[in-house]
Structure formats: C-alpha cells, structure tokens
C-alpha cells in the first residue's frame, strides 16, 4: 500500500508562471510532511517541511500547503527558475521517511 | 567532508555475488539510515541505525540483505546473493538523531547494477 501518492510524474512550467506539485497520504496518524528535491545523479536535498498543526509554511519563494481533511498536501514554487527543474519528492513520517514517487518538474525558459 | 558520502558511486555486479556498500554519515550524527530507489519509484526505507544499533530493520526486502554500523559512524549494507531486481540506487542518509520530525540529510547514493 502506497502510503504518500504523487500522482503526477512530470509537471512542465514556464518560466516565471508558478509551479504546484500535489501529494496525497493516507495514513492519518503522519504529523509531519516533508518535501525533497532530487538533481540527477545527486542525493535528496530538504526543500521545506510543514508539522499538521500548521496548514501553510512559507520560505522565500517555497511554500507548502497542509489540507488535513483532504490528507493532501501541496507545494508551490512562485515564480518559478530554471533551476528548479528537479525531481521533487514528498515525504511523511519519523524515523523512516515514506515517499512518493517523485514529479519531475521541468521549468522552460 | 561536510556531508554524507557513500562508495562506490556505481557498482556493477554479477548475478550471484556478494556486494557491500558503504555509508559515512555527517560528523556528529547519531542517526542513520538507509533507503533505495528503483527505477521509476520513490524511496523505499530499508533500515535505519540510532547509534550502532538497528531498532528498525522492517525494510529489508529479504534475509540477503545485512547492514551494520560501527563505532557510531560508518556503516555498511551488504548484499548476498544478488538478484536482478536488487539493481537499484541506495541512498544513505543521516540526521543528528532520530527525531519526531526533522531533516535527513542524504548521500548522493550507489548505483547498483546486477547483470
């Protein structure tokens, strides 16, 4: 059972326009939520969490969204760069991570 | 270094034969764990150590896979008898303890490849 779902596996944006990948989760008891971002042939990278308390976390051009009764959780990226095309991955859980499987995002010039 | 290194960068194996991949956390992170990515999946946990022992281990996909770290710091995953479908990339992470909630911060994986 899939516990983090991406459901879209690759999201192309302009340059400039915003980019929101979603994420949805099942399990009710995660209380924290995490997004990563992935370059190829590199490691995960922490881009930005958001505890269930919260429903918005912002950070510079990054912020997440929290929707608690819908188990869904979404990342907006405004206004977007180039270098931001990345493969980014949700993630909930404590000491083990469960992920999705990753959107590829492509921000074209 | 300042991060998570982990060696080899790719390895390319038999069918059959015995691999070990190796994981140096970040200087001063008690917590470690181990994760692995097929291709076209998300990450898949396999096991995670708080010090240089190993409270979850649910992730291993069978008794052909080993890890254990020592001295608090390096750790190895071993791999017996390597099947096609173990051909993946295994990430190592680490965080400076096992937390509630917090960031893990990751190597830049092994690619393994069993022919």
């Known amino acids: 059972d899939q516990q983090v779902k991406q459901n879209s596996p690759s999201l192309s944006v302009q340059e400039g326009r915003i980019s929101i990948l979603n994420c949805d989760y099942t399990?009710?008891?995660?209380?924290?939520f995490l997004w990563y971002k992935k370059y190829p042939a590199e490691g995960p990278t922490f881009l930005i969490s958001i505890s269930s308390i919260k429903d918005k976390n912002e950070d510079g051009r990054f912020t997440v969204f929290l929707n608690k009764s819908a188990k869904h959780l979404s990342l907006h990226i405004v206004p977007s760069q180039p270098g931001d095309s990345a493969v980014y991955f949700c993630?909930?859980?404590?000491?083990?991570?469960?992920f999705g499987q990753g959107t590829r995002l492509t921000i074209n010039p | 270094g300042a991060g998570v290194s982990q060696s080899p960068s790719n390895k390319v194996t038999e069918k059959g034969k015995d691999v070990e991949l190796r994981c140096d956390p970040i200087s001063g992170h008690t917590a470690l764990y181990w994760y692995r990515q097929s291709l076209g999946q998300g990450l898949e946990f396999l096991i995670y150590f708080q010090g240089n022992s190993a409270p979850d281990k649910s992730g291993l996909p069978s008794d052909r896979f080993s890890a254990e770290r020592t001295g608090g710091s390096v750790s190895t995953l071993t791999i017996q008898r390597t099947q096609q479908e173990d051909s993946a990339v295994y990430l190592c992470a680490s965080s400076l303890r096992v937390l509630g909630s917090g960031e893990q911060f990751f190597g830049p994986g092994t690619r393994l490849t069993v022919l």
């Open positions: 399990n009710s008891m995660f209380d924290y």
């Open positions: 993630a909930s859980g404590a000491q083990k991570l469960v």
